[in-house]
């Protein structure tokens, strides 16, 4: 069904697998399993049953009525993962990962997590399944994420602290691989986005693509037809790439993924990768990076924790290559007035990645004719980011 990646794991030039030695057995083993689970009619029934009686699928598509009228133009419409259970789209492919995991007789499932968000949503698909999950993270994410660390624990999760270098994600991504590298025989890495070595970019997208059948099937139903344009956040790309394999072959559907601007556009102020960033490997792949003059990894900011990772996503950067995809960017300023703006017009509060496709949507919308529709993923609520919002900047004016 979908033409890539090939079957070395590349999505034109971009993707592959770059590994210890050690670990390529391992990880042709888990892409040959993961081949032929995807046409396994059982494994399929299982994941659509998990979604359908404990996830709570199929997410409505919502006409936001308020925003429309106040901006003007395109009608815009939500794919709402904030209902999702957890509260966003990653339980998607935790759900899958997990389940994964227990075809190929694991008994665990390794991770790291940077704000904490990819942690809870396999903690919570670990429990479900009935795997043990163990679930690294920087000391310093620890001190500054501590619901959701309290969440993981009563989720029945171990959350080892690192307490190696700058203490945050990249060490925790370093002790956790580790960890695997010694226990792969009875334990599953599962990756938090569409990154990572072959097989991953493919398999967290073959599970979020159920965003992408949905809402093409939901946006007809209101409107009889497809929509103009599909905007979705780009961090790893997982929610975006979800969405937008509804539509990949609707050629005149205009896709926009939306990279996090920040607070500025010097290196080290945004996590705006595709737009502003070059070819290299990292994490076990090749794709588009931020890095500095010496070629090392650049450090990056966004106020939404979920998308400052100096990568994206191997398709990300192939649909950028072929024209595929537009990306554009949305700055913090920004994300913040969609937050306080989509809470009032719509009565639905955004998670603040979200809040970057809302907040390109807006800028869209009056460019566009009231015939035409937008359609944006809400990949989550914004539950987790009230209190950080509101002790910082307030409660908003409108
Ligand atoms: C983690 C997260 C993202 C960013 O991840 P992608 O892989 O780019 O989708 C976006 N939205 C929410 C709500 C998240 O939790």
Redesign the pocket.
Known sequence: MNAVPDDRGYFGDFGGAYLPPHLEEEMAKVAAMYNTLKNDPEFLAEITEIQKHYQGRPTPVTFLRGLTARQGGAQIYVKR?DLNHSG???LNHCAGEVLLAKRLGKTKVIAETGAG??GVALATAAAYLGLDCEIHMGAIDIEKEHPNVIRMQLLGAKVVPVTIGQQTLKEAVDSAFETYAQEFDTALYCI???VGPHPFPMMVRDFQAVVGTEARQQIQDHIGRLPDAVV?????????MGLFSGFLADEQVKLYGVEPGGRGTKLGEHAATITYGSPGIIHGFNTLLLTDEDGEIAPVYCV?S??DYPGV?PEHAYLHSINRVTYEVANDQEALDAFYTLSKSDGIIP?L??AHAIAYAMRLAPTMSADQVILVNL??RGDKDIDFVVNTYGLGNE
């Open positions: 993962e966003a789209h990653k968000q990819h938090g986005s569409v979705a956040c780009v961090g790893g790309g997982s929610n975006a939404a979920g998308l996503g998670a990645e979200s990949s989550g």
